[in-house]
């Protein structure tokens, strides 16, 4: 069982950077893959990036890739998302989840989830 509890979100204006930290419970924390989803009013849930439990391997999501950054602490037990040069678009609540599997996109295959933090960027 792996309790997850997301922090970092804020009000920021476009352009801004902000730092998630997905910090986790449970000491086998090292074993879970993470992955960061966001969620927008109105708007489906979408996958934004993850880690595999290797750390050696992590995926982007396209429309953010070459604004935010994936990282992870197992001595932390905690997941990091660094997100630069934000826009408006990026506002949504952004959850972390983690499983003990493969890296993938879909949410439905991670098993735990935390409650969600606001990210708003004004424009």
């Known amino acids: 069982q792996v309790q997850l509890v997301e922090s970092g979100g804020g009000l920021v204006q476009a352009g801004g950077s902000l730092r998630l930290s997905c910090e986790a419970s449970?000491?086998?924390?090292?074993?879970?893959?993470v992955g960061w989803f966001r969620q927008a009013p109105g708007k489906e849930r979408e996958f934004v990036a993850g880690?595999?439990?290797?750390?050696?391997?992590?995926a982007i999501s396209d429309s953010v890739k070459s604004r935010f950054a994936i990282s992870r602490d197992n001595a932390k037990n905690t997941v990091y998302l660094q997100m630069n040069s934000l826009k408006p678009e990026d506002t949504a609540v952004y959850y972390c989840a983690a499983n003990r599997g493969p890296l993938v996109v879909v949410g439905s295959m991670y098993d735990y989830w935390g409650q969600g933090t606001q990210v708003t960027v004004s424009s």
């Open positions: 880690i595999h439990s290797s750390v050696t391997r992590t």
């Open positions: 449970g000491r086998t924390f090292s074993s879970y893959t």
